[in-house]
């Protein structure tokens, strides 16, 4: 009869640690989603950062040999070109939804197509979008015009497809040229930058 109680007792006591662990989990999943999506989006955010600085110090090349540089992706996405809107896209699956009513800018408030010189050429923008179940996180680099009126000159970091216009591992940056051209009593200076992604 002891032996029952004590083996009675065992599975009792099994049930309610499994229990436990149970209710424990899917209260607790949904938290360790949400800090994981929130430290892959500060990540993907520095991550964008870091990839404006690297694309205008190569447009700042003063290197007669030009200048490069790569940067690999520190996060899981896909980022690809879109040559027509002079912008890099970087898109990432997250497991819990960050939703937005369109694009938010997230490096300046001044989201002009032509702006004074002294902001910033790429402007940063983050999106979340749901795709059926799936969440995802896209991020946009948009390159723009900068103006000085005093010299009347207008300044352009114009992205341009290398080989390949989308990939999930690095990006690679190359300074091609710049060039210049009158247009409307303005000088257009434009840097060109290959962009690969790798």
Known sequence: MKAQTEVISL???AGIIVS???VAYFWGKP???KRTTTSQFLTASRFMDTLNDRIVTVARCTKKTGCSDEVLFPVKGLMSINEKNN???FLMHIQQPILTDGEIPMNTANIENVTYYGEVPGVIFFEGEKRGSENFIKFRLWYRT???EKKKTRYIIKLNPGASKAGTNSIRI???N???EHVEGYEI?????EVSVL
């Open 11 to 13: 599975v009792l006591i």
């Open 174 to 176: 190359s300074f091609i």
């Open 20 to 22: 436990l662990v149970g």
């Open 87 to 89: 912008s890099i896209i």
């Open 31 to 33: 938290l360790i989603e």
């Open 189 to 193: 200076v434009r840097t060109n930058i």
């Open 178 to 180: 710049t060039t210049s």
């Open 146 to 148: 900068l103006e000085d």
